[in-house]
């Protein structure tokens, strides 16, 4: 596509559910990161794919939150047992490996009721 | 671990005048990159400009500009000749190390308010 996607743009879910948010990156680039961003903040990071494999997921805050890439290509992050504290915007990016800039999506707004 | 600090929450201006968004940043890396992103109301994080910590020559993307003062570990953004539509939440951003991908550090952001 022409730029990054993500789906859905909003979402809200009641506290203790599961939720999958996804992000389609720009054809070809191989790095996908996933941010985190919560109101008047700069975004946090949570994860990075270089291909299939997470190679950094340093910032993932527990283990309710896990992202899959298994095709190198869309990712998931995948929320479990939602919590108040998880609603925030999350963001998805990518890059052409060997290239300096990231290519953002527009976000999901994920609202924990 | 990298850090980086935007002490202006807001800042104000009038078309057509330059302005400064102040960025200082801290990291152990010897090896490291700063970038500058734009907010705009919908959401998405657009890049502006680079500036790699060897380069020799400050950064410059048509109206924005970087002044990289690496003795003081600042790394400031200026907008010539501001336009209505450069009202936006600006951030400053860090990926320390040697290659070209990896996390960015983020800072908390200032919001540019351009005045007609």
């Known amino acids: 596509g022409a730029g990054v996607s993500q789906t859905p743009s909003n979402k809200v879910t009641e506290k203790g559910k599961y939720v999958e948010l996804r992000c389609d990156p720009i054809?070809?680039?191989?790095?996908l990161y996933w941010y985190r961003q919560s109101l008047g903040q700069g975004p946090e990071f949570l994860i990075y794919?270089?291909?299939?494999?997470?190679?950094?997921d340093s910032g993932l805050p527990n283990d309710r939150f896990f992202a899959v890439r298994p095709e190198g290509s869309v990712s998931t992050l995948k929320i479990q047992r939602t919590e108040r504290g998880d609603s925030a915007v999350y963001l998805c990016?990518?890059?052409?490996?060997?290239?300096?800039?990231?290519?953002f999506g527009q976000g999901t707004r994920l609202t924990v009721v | 671990a990298q850090k980086i600090t935007q002490t202006q929450p807001g800042m104000f201006v009038q078309e057509k005048e330059a302005v400064t968004l102040d960025c200082t940043y801290d990291?152990?890396?010897?090896?490291?990159?700063l970038f500058w992103y734009k907010q705009p109301s919908s959401g998405e994080m657009i890049f502006l400009i680079y500036?790699?910590?060897?380069?020799?020559q400050n950064a410059t993307e048509g109206r924005y500009s970087l002044n990289f003062q690496k003795a003081r570990k600042s790394a400031n953004l200026v907008i010539s000749a501001s336009q209505l539509g450069d009202s936006a939440m600006y951030f400053c951003?860090?990926?320390?190390?040697?290659?070209?991908?990896?996390?960015?550090?983020f800072g908390q952001g200032t919001i540019l308010t351009v005045h007609p």
């Open positions: 990291t152990s890396d010897p090896s490291y990159g």
């Open positions: 951003a860090m990926r320390a190390g040697g290659t070209s991908y990896g996390k960015l550090t």
């Open positions: 990016a990518s890059s052409l490996k060997g290239n300096t800039e990231a290519f």
């Open positions: 054809s070809g680039h191989t790095a």
């Open positions: 500036q790699g910590s060897y380069d020799q």
């Open positions: 794919f270089q291909g299939t494999g997470a190679a950094d």
